[in-house]
């Protein structure tokens, strides 16, 4: 079964950027649709942003809209979240997961329900 690994977590301050990425073993991700999630100290899971197996469907969260953009390369392997204009709010542990369902026009794939494929996770903490 494929796994899935994020990285290019890190430190950084209001107003920088990171890019995470997600890879894949045991599988390529071009079979999968693959959405980020996070979570916060005390707070519960919430969806951020994902992206169809042909990138044709992207979805993201109201919170992020203007400054996240989901995004793959198939040829390597990867889906990024470009994070721009981070903000203290932002900081969570950042979680990929895989859907290998097909998706269809006019759905919303916001609902974790829709993924069985998760990865460790990857800390993002913005500081003052």
């Known amino acids: 079964q494929v796994q899935l690994v994020e990285s290019g977590g890190g430190v950084v301050q209001a107003g920088d950027s990171l890019s995470l990425s997600c890879t894949s073993s045991?599988?390529?991700?071009?079979?999968?649709?693959i959405g980020w999630f996070r979570q916060a100290p005390g707070k519960e899971r919430e969806f951020v942003a994902a992206i169809s197996r042909t990138g044709s469907l992207k979805f993201r969260a109201v919170s992020v809209k203007d400054r996240f953009t989901v995004s793959r390369d198939s040829d390597r392997n990867t889906v990024f979240l470009q994070m721009n204009n981070l903000a203290f709010e932002d900081t969570a542990m950042y979680y990929c997961?895989?859907?290998?369902?097909?998706?269809?026009?006019?759905?919303?794939?916001?609902?974790?329900?829709?993924?069985?494929?998760w990865g460790q996770g990857i800390q993002v903490t913005v500081s003052f």
């Open positions: 045991g599988g390529s991700l071009k079979d999968y649709n």
């Open positions: 997961a895989a859907d290998g369902e097909l998706w269809s026009m006019g759905q919303v794939y916001t609902s974790s329900s829709y993924y069985d494929i």
